[in-house]
């Protein structure tokens, strides 16, 4: 018979193997089922960050600062398609490319109001309102502005992958305002929302809005 430290060895050695083998079984199990799940989960958390209200007719629509191009295309189009009659830009941020490209520096609400007016909405309806320097400060801007000008509703455009995070925002800032709020988005020229990793500027962008 052998000593009992070589058996209580052995027996350790098999323990240790068996529970070796039951974690290579275990990871081996997880990264299949990730392998094969990979772009149903990845999109989950995609759609995290993306919220929209159902779309009905407001006082004005608001086009936050920021990405012009693909926020003012989506203002121009809801404006074009009757959902309000006026347009605002909010933004106190200076875009100061604007100052290497041409001299002069300027507001991004100035250049979203630029790109809107550029697809073809009438300028007298599309105000820029040089306040805010974040998204809560943007919407104390809106909520003083429709104070003063009598809106009760409006509909916040922002990039998908802001909306989130934008009505979180604008359910605080309007809260007992009696100011209805509808938040949609707008796809980003930058990359696809629903594959979004498979972009660099995806995965910044989410990253970003993660943090936030």
Known sequence: MPPIHLVNNQKSMRVVIKTTAIFILIVAVAYMLLNQFKVPILQFAGSLLIHEDPLTHADAVVVLSGSAFERGNKGAELIGKGYANKILCPGGNIDYTYLILMGDSIYESDITRKKIIRNGINDSIV??????????????????????????????????????????????????????????????????????????????????????
Request: one cysteine or more.
């Open 127 to 212: 105000i820029a309102i040089h306040n805010g320097t974040s998204t809560i400060e943007e919407a104390k801007a809106i909520r003083a502005y429709c104070k003063f000008n009598n809106i009760k509703s409006l509909i916040v455009v922002s990039s998908y992958f802001h909306t989130a995070r934008v009505n979180r925002v604008y359910k605080k800032v309007f809260d007992n305002s009696n100011i209805k709020i509808i938040i949609r988005g707008a796809n980003s020229v930058y990359f696809d929302e629903k594959y979004w990793w498979k972009s660099e500027y995806g995965l910044l962008n989410f990253n970003n809005e993660i943090i936030k």
